[in-house]
């Protein structure tokens, strides 16, 4: 139990600011005042790592600018995979380029998802939040507990909305690898890879790990079943902010030919 005393506090604390945060919403929201603050907790969440998000893309860019060197040391190492290595990291430190950067962002929203979890699946935080409800249904209702009444629809919906976003996102990046850009590593969030030639055939691993990033985005529709309600919800809205991000952070940016053509 010492182990998860920091958890413990982590949770009581989480469950105060959400239980605030409900009461803030009730003479709005009413009955779904709950649901809200769950969607503005995660959108509070989703703000503190939008930094990261940001250096995440533009590090995608920086490795994209790289492609002509990276081909270049591809043809001059081509008999010295361990050379080819080598310079290949040291030509994404000099850039200050991480191939693996793109991740982080992601890992740092396990933990609010465990605390959501733990809120809404125990009586940890000690607010009363398993008793309120959404459409009827306890936020802290789990799929196996049963689908009568509004929970078959409610469930339904937030897992068809998961698995469409879970679609978009592994498409997105299936066209980043084929894209331009194919020729650097894949980041979690959307970068680019290219099994056989490129940047990422010559990093150890990243061959593998460009053909299991795209299927990444459907674990959120596995895990989902396991979830009680109220983190399905919170599952749901990082998901939607995330392909709502991407969409904006990786609009074209128009190049010099492109503007020139703009202006006239």
Do not use: K
């Amino acid at each position: 139990m010492l182990a998860f005393a920091p958890l413990h506090a982590v949770v009581g604390v989480a469950g105060t600011a959400l239980a605030h945060l409900t009461a803030l919403l009730e003479p709005i929201a009413g009955g779904v005042a709950t649901a809200a603050a769950i969607v503005l907790f995660t959108v509070a969440v989703r703000l503190l790592l939008s930094p990261l998000t940001v250096a995440q893309v533009r590090g995608e860019r920086r490795r994209a600018a790289l492609a002509p060197q990276v081909r270049e040391l591809q043809r001059r190492y081509a008999n010295d995979p361990t050379r080819l290595q080598s310079e290949l990291f040291a030509l994404y430190r000099s850039a200050g380029a991480n191939p693996v950067a793109g991740c982080l962002p992601m890992l740092l929203q396990a933990p609010f998802l465990l605390v959501t979890y733990r809120l809404f699946s125990t009586t940890e935080g000690g607010t009363g939040l398993l008793d309120e409800r959404l459409a009827g249904v306890p936020l802290g209702h789990h799929f196996g507990d049963g689908l009568v009444g509004a929970a078959g629809p409610l469930f339904a919906l937030l897992l068809t909305a998961l698995a469409v976003l879970a679609w978009l996102a592994s498409r997105r990046m299936r066209r980043a690898a084929a894209g331009p850009g194919a020729g650097t590593p894949v980041a979690a969030g959307g970068g680019s890879a290219r099994d056989g030639d490129g940047a990422a055939a010559g990093l150890p691993g990243a061959a593998l790990l460009g053909r299991l990033l795209p299927l990444l985005p459907y674990t959120t529709v596995l895990v989902a079943p396991v979830l009680p309600l109220a983190a399905l919800l919170y599952l749901v809205t990082t998901t939607a902010w995330t392909a709502l991000e991407q969409a904006v952070l990786r609009r074209p940016q128009a190049g010099p030919a492109n503007a020139a053509t703009a202006r006239r």
